[in-house]
C-alpha cells in the first residue's frame, strides 16, 4: 500500500509536467498520551468557557478576534479570512533553479517526499537525475492547507524531496552579532581548531536515537504485559433518554411483529 | 486536457477527459458516468431538487484520491442555480441544487461520481422530508443481516403506522427510508425517533442489532446509524453511482424483491450495477417516487 497522499498534483516548468504525488517524509517519534478522570477512566473532552458568563459556550457563539492592542479585538470572519486564502492549486510551478548550498539550512521548515503518479515515471526519473547530476534544486511557490509556501525541490537518492522554507520575514535577527568585535588570538584559535579537529567524524544519524521514547516505549510492553489496561465506562453517544410513551408503544409493537412471525 | 463541447437544453457545455478511465477495475470511462447520468435523469432528478449537494470528486478515478466538496465550486457555469445554507447556526456555505439536466452533467463532468444530499430542502434545512435507518454492517456481518433487520423494521414501523422504502447502499447497506413530507417534523424529532427504535430493535435482537457506533459494538451486528437524522448529515441519494471497484448503483428495492434476496442468501445478488439501471427502473416504475411526496406523521412524540 502506498504512502497516503497528502495532496497531489503536477510539477511543472516551461514544457514539462509531471504527475506526483506529496507523501511524508517524517514520521516523530513521539509518544502521545491521553487525558483521563481519574475515577473512572473516561476520556477528558475540551469545553469552551466564557469567563464573563460563568458557563460553557456552544460552537456558533464562537468568534475570531486578534489582539491589537491589551484587551481590544479586530473581528474576524470565515469569510474574510477565506478572502485572503491562497486558491487550492493542482500544480507545483517550478520558477526558477538554483543551488541548494545558497540556500542557508536555517530557511528549511519540513521535508516533504514527492513520489510520481501513473505515467509519470520516466519524466520523473529524468528530473531526479538532471537535478542531481547539475547539483540545482526547483523553486516554487505551493499552496497546502490553505498557505502558499515557498519551496525547494532536489533530489535525495532516486526520489525528489520537497522542503518548505520559511519566508524571510520569520527568521529573527541574530542577537550576538554584535559582540563580533574584539581579536581572536593566533595562539587560542590554533588551540580550539586542534580540539575541534581530535574529535572529527562522519556524520551517521543512524548513530543516535532518542532514547527516553525507547525508555517508555519498554515500560509500555512491560506494563502491557502486566495487563495493567484500564478502560472507561461505555457512554450512550447522546444524553437523554427516549420518551416514555414512544417506548412504551415501541414495546407493544414489537410485541405484535414477533408474535406474527 | 481533451475537450468535447456539447448543447444541453440550449446551455453549452465543456467535457473534459471523456476517455478517463473513472472505474479502471471495470473498464468504466468518465463518457460512461455522463451516459449514465444522463440516462437515470428523469429518475433522479426529483430527488436532488433543490437539495444541497456535496460532491464526492474523483479526479483521476475511484482507485486514487478523492474530495469532498461542499461549496459550489467557484468555476460553475452562471446557470448553475446554488442555494446559501447555514452550517450548524454559523456561516452559510453555497451549494450546489442539481434541478436540472445541465447541471446533472456538468457535476458529473467534475468526476463527482457519488451525490450526497441532506433529508431536507435548502429552503427549509430544518425540517427533514423524511426519515432514515442506515443500516450499516459491521465487521463479519454482510448485507444479509442488512436486509433482516430492514425487514423488521418495516414490520415494526408498519404497527406504528408507517409505511417505509428501502434502497441498497450501493455498497454494503441498506437504507430504510420513512417518508414525512410535512412541515412540523423536525430533525429533533426524527432523532429522538429513530434512536427509540434502534434501541428497541438492539434489545429485542441483541446478536443483530446495535445502535451504538463504538466498532467493537458492531461486530457481526447491523449498526443502526439514527444519527444520519441530522440538518448537517448527507445521504448517498438514489440512483447515484458508488465510487467502488465496480460501478454500482444506490437502488431502491420493493419489500417483496428484498425478501425474496434475503431467502436467496447470496449477499452479491444485492448488487446492481449501472448497466441494468434504466431498464429495471423503466420496468417497475421509480420505487422511490413516494418517497418524495407521502405525508406521514411520527406518532407518540
Known amino acids: 500500500m502506498a504512502a497516503q497522499a497528502l495532496w497531489s498534483g503536477t510539477i511543472s516548468f516551461s514544457l514539462v509536467a509531471i504527475p506526483v504525488r506529496l507523501v511524508k517524509a517524517i514520521e516523530p517519534g513521539r509518544v502521545s498520551f491521553h487525558l483521563l478522570h481519574s475515577k473512572d477512566y473516561s476520556r477528558l473532552s475540551r469545553k469552551m468557557f466564557c469567563p464573563g458568563e460563568g458557563a460553557m459556550v456552544p460552537p456558533d457563539e464562537i468568534v475570531r478576534g486578534y489582539e491589537i492592542l491589551p484587551n481590544k479585538y479586530i473581528l474576524m470572519t470565515d469569510e474574510e479570512l477565506e478572502s485572503v486564502s491562497p486558491e487550492r492549486s493542482r500544480t507545483i510551478e517550478i520558477t526558477e533553479f538554483i543551488d541548494m548550498k545558497d540556500v542557508d539550512p536555517i530557511y528549511y521548515d519540513h521535508p516533504y517526499y514527492l513520489v510520481p503518479s501513473k505515467g509519470g515515471e520516466k519524466a520523473y526519473q529524468l528530473l531526479v537525475e538532471v537535478m542531481r547530476r547539475t547539483n540545482k534544486a526547483g523553486l516554487a511557490k505551493f499552496v497546502l492547507a490553505e498557505r502558499e509556501y515557498l519551496v525547494a525541490i532536489k533530489s535525495r537518492d532516486n526520489t525528489l524531496e520537497l522542503i518548505t522554507l520559511h519566508y524571510h520575514d520569520e527568521i529573527l535577527p541574530d542577537e550576538n552579532s554584535a559582540s563580533k568585535k574584539g581579536t581572536i588570538g593566533a595562539e587560542e584559535e590554533s588551540r580550539m581548531k586542534k580540539s575541534i579537529e581530535q574529535m572529527i567524524e562522519d556524520f551517521d544519524p543512524a548513530k543516535y536515537a532518542d532514547k527516553r521514547r525507547k525508555k517508555l516505549v519498554d515500560l509500555l510492553q512491560t506494563k502491557v504485559k502486566e495487563n495493567a489496561l484500564v478502560a472507561a465506562p461505555v457512554v450512550e453517544e447522546e444524553e437523554g433518554e427516549s420518551p416514555a410513551d414512544l417506548v412504551a408503544a415501541l414495546e407493544e409493537s414489537m410485541r405484535k411483529v414477533k408474535a406474527n412471525q | ?301
Open chain 2, 1 to 301: 486536457m481533451s475537450r468535447t463541447f456539447v448543447d444541453i437544453r440550449g446551455q453549452r457545455l465543456s467535457l473534459t477527459n471523456l476517455e478517463k478511465d473513472l472505474y479502471p477495475f471495470s473498464g468504466f470511462t468518465k463518457a460512461g458516468v455522463l451516459e449514465y447520468y444522463r440516462g437515470i435523469a428523469p429518475y433522479i432528478l426529483p430527488h436532488l431538487k433543490d437539495r444541497a449537494l456535496t460532491l464526492k470528486r474523483y479526479p483521476e478515478g475511484v482507485d486514487k484520491d478523492f474530495f469532498f466538496e461542499k461549496r459550489c465550486p467557484s468555476h460553475r457555469p452562471e446557470w448553475v442555480k446554488t442555494a446559501a445554507v447555514p452550517q450548524n447556526g454559523g456561516k452559510p456555505i453555497t451549494f450546489c441544487l442539481v434541478n436540472d439536466l445541465e447541471t446533472l452533467i456538468w457535476v458529473a463532468n467534475l468526476a463527482s461520481l457519488e451525490l450526497h444530499v441532506p433529508l431536507s430542502r435548502a429552503g427549509s434545512p430544518g425540517t427533514p422530508d423524511s426519515m432514515v435507518f442506515d443500516l450499516d454492517p459491521g465487521e463479519g456481518a454482510n448485507i444479509l443481516h442488512c436486509s433482516r433487520v430492514a425487514l423488521l423494521l418495516r414490520d415494526l414501523l408498519s404497527e406504528m403506522g408507517l409505511e417505509s422504502y428501502v434502497k441498497t447502499s450501493g455498497q454494503k447497506g441498506l437504507h430504510v427510508f420513512v417518508p414525512l413530507n410535512n412541515k412540523e417534523t423536525t430533525f429533533e424529532d426524527t432523532k429522538t425517533f429513530t434512536k427509540a427504535v434502534a434501541g428497541a430493535m438492539q434489545k429485542h435482537y441483541p446478536d443483530l442489532v446495535t445502535a451504538k457506533m463504538a466498532k467493537q459494538e458492531r461486530i457481526a451486528r447491523v449498526f443502526i446509524n439514527w444519527s444520519q437524522n441530522d440538518a448537517s448529515k448527507t445521504m448517498i441519494c438514489v440512483y447515484s453511482l458508488r465510487a467502488r471497484e465496480k460501478p454500482f448503483v444506490s437502488f431502491p428495492l420493493a419489500w417483496k424483491e428484498l425478501e425474496y434476496l434475503s431467502s436467496q442468501g447470496d449477499p452479491k445478488r444485492f448488487h446492481v450495477f449501472h448497466t441494468e439501471v434504466v431498464r429495471r427502473v423503466e420496468e417497475k416504475g421509480g420505487l422511490f417516487q413516494e418517497v418524495l411526496v407521502q405525508e406521514q406523521k411520527l406518532p407518540h412524540l
